[in-house]
Each structure stands twice: as structure tokens, then as C-alpha cells.
């Protein structure tokens, strides 16, 4: 089965440091990944996604990802943080439902950032 | 477009107590599911729907009810609360024409639910 781990329980930054956020996944095949952004008392909004090509992917608001495949990783960048990006990150990758044919993501327990001024 | 709304926000229950959280998108998506997230453990698939009178369990169905009875509309039922379904429960949906489709999920803002 497919598992998603984000080693990082929380990070602080201060505004305008660069930030990376760590992801491993298992899973057996090709990966399809996600990172998504939960701001407080919201729900989840995709930042980017990842499903084949180029392994460096761009998102929104400044973020990037890359996939490699030899590490079993998908990190988030962002080379300098704003304070209205404090919020809970969760990366995610896609599966086939086992019991069916539908699709599941299947999440991290996110990563909670904190900016200082 | 309003997206995905649920209904309502907060919600407190007594143990053995019924209800129904309510969840509705104006997108026209054939996927929805509902999803509840407790501290450390991310989001866990609770049930899905592909379309209209579909629907399976994903990973933590007991305990839930879901329908299907049109496109819009994806309501989850607690039969009994108990503590243990205290959480926030999140929908969410996605076209399904496609495989990557299906993993572009809009969630909604989510509901409160603690169980007394």
C-alpha cells in the first residue's frame, strides 16, 4: 500500500529565508504527487501537482517541487517566505483505490510552518 | 461558483446521537468523497462516490453512511456519534473523466464535529 511521510512536525523560517519542506512516499509504481496548503479554520488548496515530464514542477504562490525518483522524494521549495505563508502543508500522492477502480489520495500528517517577522 | 460547501461548520453531538453533515459543489465533478483529519494523522478516506448512485467505502468507512442521489449532492451520516468520531470532516470533488482527473480534488472548508 502507498504511504506518505513528511519527517517534519513543524518548521519556523523567518520572513524572507527560503523554506523546504521534506516528503518521502512509498509506492510501487509511478508516483503521482501533490503537495496542498491548509491555511487556519480552511480547507485544502493544491499548490502543485506532479505527474510525468519535467521532475522540477512550479506551483502557485512562488512554490516549486522536485520529484526524484531515486530518493523517493518530493520536497517543497520556496526561496523566500512571506508571513501569509504560515499555515499546514500536506503532501499527498495518488493511488488506485484497492478495493475499485477510483482514485484516493492518500496524505502525509503535514507540516505546520511558522514565520517570524 | 460557489465550489464545495459544507454544512455546518461546527457541530457538538452526544454519544448515540444521529446526524447529517452535508456537502454540495456547483461544478458538475462525477468524483466526491469525504475525508476526516485528526492531529498527526493528515487526511483518511472515509467514502467516495464516482457519480450519482455510486458509492464505496475508502479507508475508515465504519461508523458512516453515504448517498449518492444526484450530482451535486454528497451527504455523510453518523448513525451513532461516538467520541471517536470527533475530527474535522472534509469533502471534497474532481472531475473523473480522467485518472489525473480524479486526483485534482477541491476541498471544502470543513466541519467541526466534537462527539460528548
Known amino acids: 500500500a502507498q504511504s506518505v511521510t513528511q519527517p517534519d512536525i513543524h518548521i519556523t523560517v523567518s520572513e524572507g529565508a527560503s523554506l523546504e519542506l521534506r516528503c518521502n512516499y512509498s509506492?510501487?509504481?509511478?508516483?503521482?504527487l501533490f503537495w496542498y496548503v491548509q491555511s487556519p479554520g480552511q480547507g485544502l488548496q493544491l499548490l502543485l501537482k506532479y505527474f510525468s515530464g519535467d521532475t522540477l514542477v512550479q506551483g502557485i504562490k512562488g512554490f516549486e517541487a522536485e520529484f526524484k525518483r531515486s530518493q523517493s522524494s518530493f520536497n517543497l521549495r520556496k526561496p523566500s517566505v512571506h508571513w501569509s505563508d504560515a499555515a499546514e502543508y500536506f503532501c499527498?500522492?495518488?493511488?488506485?483505490?484497492?478495493?475499485?477502480?477510483?482514485?484516493?489520495?492518500?496524505f502525509g500528517s503535514g507540516t505546520q510552518l511558522t514565520v517570524l517577522p | 461558483n460557489a465550489g464545495v460547501t459544507q454544512t455546518p461548520k461546527f457541530q457538538v453531538l452526544k454519544t448515540g446521537q444521529s446526524m447529517t453533515l452535508q456537502c454540495a459543489q456547483d461544478m458538475n465533478h462525477e468524483y466526491m468523497s469525504w475525508y476526516r483529519q485528526d492531529p498527526g494523522m493528515g487526511l483518511r478516506l472515509i467514502h467516495y462516490?464516482?457519480?450519482?448512485?455510486?458509492?464505496d467505502q475508502g479507508e475508515v468507512p465504519n461508523g458512516y453512511n453515504v448517498s449518492r442521489s444526484t450530482t451535486e449532492d454528497f451527504p455523510l451520516r453518523l448513525l451513532s456519534a461516538a467520541p471517536s468520531q470527533t475530527s474535522v470532516y472534509f469533502c471534497?470533488?474532481?472531475?473523473?473523466?480522467?485518472?489525473?482527473?480524479?486526483?485534482?480534488?477541491?476541498f471544502g472548508p470543513g466541519t467541526r464535529l466534537t462527539v460528548t
Open positions: 462516490s464516482v457519480g450519482a448512485g455510486i458509492t
Open positions: 471534497a470533488s474532481s472531475y473523473s473523466f480522467s485518472p489525473r482527473g480524479q486526483y485534482e480534488q477541491y
Open positions: 499527498a500522492v495518488g493511488a488506485v483505490i484497492s478495493s475499485g477502480s477510483a482514485r484516493q489520495l492518500t
Open positions: 509506492y510501487g509504481a509511478t508516483p503521482y
